[in-house]
């Protein structure tokens, strides 16, 4: 059973930073697409963050690029979004998700079979 566990959220200050984890079982790590989506109140789901396990690819939404970064730690089954100069528009619940490499890239569309729970990330001005 594929299992999806995020952590991480909080509530911070504008520029501050927080990092996300998401741990990951019950699948071959290295064969799965693995990201980070987030919605907030009245709005639609965005992608925000993707990485591919296998190689390495990354996606960013242009709303966070520079700011956030992603990364994978394949042995401990583990993908990281670091957010740093984080703006009140972040806050949101982010959700990590994860779905086969062989269907294709999960961001920005977020049309994935695997859902973990969301963390709530506040950011106050």
């Known amino acids: 059973e594929v299992q999806l566990q995020a952590s991480g959220g909080g509530l911070v200050q504008a520029g501050g930073s927080l990092r996300l984890s998401c741990a990951a079982s019950?699948?071959?790590?290295?064969?799965?697409?693995i990201g980070w989506f987030r919605q907030a109140p009245g709005k639609e789901r965005e992608g925000v963050s993707c990485i591919e396990t296998s190689d390495g690819s990354t996606y960013y939404a242009d709303s966070v690029k520079g700011r956030f970064t992603i990364s994978s730690d394949n042995a401990k089954n583990t993908v990281y979004l670091q957010m740093n100069s984080l703006k009140p528009e972040d806050t949101a619940v982010y959700y990590c998700?994860?779905?086969?490499?062989?269907?294709?890239?999960?961001?920005?569309?977020?049309?994935?079979?695997?859902w973990g729970q969301g963390t709530q990330v506040t950011v106050s001005s």
């Open positions: 019950g699948f071959t790590f290295d064969d799965y697409n």
């Open positions: 998700a994860a779905d086969p490499a062989v269907y294709g890239r999960i961001c920005p569309h977020g049309y994935v079979e695997h």
